[in-house]
């Protein structure tokens, strides 16, 4: 059974930094591409990065790009989201997701194309 756990999230102030984590288990993790998304109140659902199953590539998100960095540890199981220069309109709880079995979409933009979510983390950041 594929178990998603994300953590670090916390309220931070403009400008400041944060690193969420996504501990993975139930499956060989270096077999799934991940992503991030997010979803702030009142709004749908939207993509923020993914990374394929080697870690080699990797999308991020244009509204995001120049802040956000998503990196994974395969030996540690671990999905990781390095998000600088924060803005209140990040604020947002985060899920880390994973594609389904058998994998092998490269680098999947869409929430459909995952089978796999965390229960979020909440990330808030005020002006």
């Known amino acids: 059974q594929v178990q998603l756990v994300e953590s670090g999230g916390t309220s931070v102030q403009a400008g400041g930094s944060l690193r969420l984590s996504c501990a993975a288990s139930?499956?060989?993790?270096?077999?799934?591409?991940m992503g991030w998304f997010r979803q702030a109140p009142g709004k749908e659902r939207e993509f923020v990065a993914a990374?394929?199953?080697?870690?080699?590539?990797?999308y991020v998100a244009e509204s995001v790009k120049a802040r956000f960095i998503i990196s994974r540890d395969n030996a540690k199981n671990t999905l990781y989201l390095q998000m600088n220069s924060l803005k209140p309109e990040d604020t947002a709880v985060y899920y880390c997701?994973?594609?389904?079995?058998?994998?092998?979409?490269?680098?999947?933009?869409?929430?459909?194309?995952?089978?796999?979510w965390g229960q979020g983390t909440q990330v808030t950041v005020s002006s």
């Open positions: 139930g499956r060989t993790f270096s077999s799934a591409a």
């Open positions: 997701a994973q594609e389904g079995p058998p994998g092998g979409l490269g680098l999947p933009l869409r929430s459909d194309l995952y089978d796999y």
């Open positions: 990374i394929t199953r080697s870690g080699r590539s990797t």
